[in-house]
């Protein structure tokens, strides 16, 4: 049987709170190249996890 919550939250309310939002800024005059290459990746979030991944890898091993 479900565990049933009675928080006034439906779903995806719920979800959403537990959601982090992280904001990256980009200054086009001098990193446009960053933001044209990011605007090439499907999903850029998980494009964004995948880095951040492999570099606590790398600084693990060190």
């Known amino acids: 049987m479900p565990k049933i919550i009675n928080d006034g939250l439906n779903s995806h309310s719920r ?3 537990k959601l982090k939002k992280v904001q990256i800024r980009f200054n086009t005059d001098y990193e446009q190249y960053l933001v044209d290459y990011l ?3 499907e999903n850029k979030s998980e494009y964004i996890k995948n880095l951040i991944k492999a ?3 790398r600084n693990k091993r060190s």
Do not use: Q
């Open 15 to 17: 979800y959403e709170k």
């Open 39 to 41: 605007e090439t990746k």
């Open 55 to 57: 570099d606590m890898e």
